[in-house]
T-cell receptor
Framework: AQSVTQPDIHITVSEGASLELRCNYS??????LFWYVQSPGQGLQLLLK??????LVQGIKGFEAEFKRSQSSFNLRKPSVHWSDAAEYFC???????????FGAGTILRVKS | DADVTQTPRNRITKTGKRIMLECSQT?????MYWYRQDPGLGLQLIYY???????NKGEISDGYSVSRQAQAKFSLSLESAIPNQTALYFC??????????????FGPGTRLTVL
């Protein structure tokens, strides 16, 4: 069965520092992968998605993610974090028929000044 | 105005009560979904609907029911609420025209507390 693992429950980075959030998936075929962000009190917003093609995907708000099939990973990166990036981040994989998303448990990002 | 709206945004109820959470969308999408979010578990799919006549169970449908009243409306009901249904509930929509992997758009969520 498809599954998604986000190994880090919490991450704290300094404002201006680089960021990498880890995501590992378990899926037999080529996966469709997503990163969503949830700001406090808000719904989920799509940051980026990977279906095929270039393994480095650019998203909104300066985020990017790299698909690495050999490592079954889809890590999210940002070169310089802003205080407004503090939120919870979810990695997800599309499961089978019907656009059903399987979510990881989430990583809470804290940004310190 | 938001594309996906949920009402109420917050609800406190008692064990055994019937509760309905409503979702409306103005995106014109065919597909709608209900998820619940629990801390440390991410989001889990409760029910999903491809169109008005197509309702499907998700991973955790026990204790829940849904109604797709129109293309734009998808309601989630808890027939007899219990405390472990305390969670944050999200509605989402997606467009079926683009094939698999269509983006899902989420509402702001409903925080439900069952005492």
């Amino acid at each position: 069965a498809q599954s998604v693992t986000q190994p880090d429950i919490h991450i704290t980075v300094s404002e201006g520092a680089s960021l990498e959030l880890r995501c590992n998936y378990s899926y037999g075929a080529t996966p469709y992968l997503f990163w969503y962000v949830q700001s406090p009190g808000q719904g989920l917003q799509l940051l980026l998605k990977y279906f095929s093609g270039d393994t480095l995907v650019q998203g909104i708000k300066g985020f990017e993610a790299e698909f690495k099939r050999s490592q079954s990973s889809f890590n999210l990166r940002k070169p310089s974090v802003h205080w407004s990036d503090a939120a919870e981040y979810f990695c997800a994989v599309l499961r089978g028929y019907g656009n059903k998303l399987v979510f990881g448990a989430g990583t809470i990002l804290r940004v310190k000044s | 105005d938001a594309d996906v709206t949920q009402t109420p945004r917050n609800r406190i109820t008692k064990t055994g009560k019937r509760i309905m959470l409503e979702c409306s969308q103005t995106k014109g999408h065919d597909r709608m979904y209900w998820y619940r979010q629990d801390p440390g578990l991410g989001l889990q799919l409760i029910y999903y609907s491809f169109d008005v006549k197509d309702i499907n169970k998700g991973e955790i449908s026990d204790g829940y029911s849904v109604s797709r009243q129109a293309q734009a409306k998808f309601s989630l009901s808890l027939e007899s609420a219990i405390p472990n249904q305390t969670a944050l509930y999200f509605c989402a929509t997606s467009d079926s025209s683009g094939g698999p992997g269509d983006t899902q758009y989420f509402g702001p969520g409903t925080r439900l507390t069952v005492l």
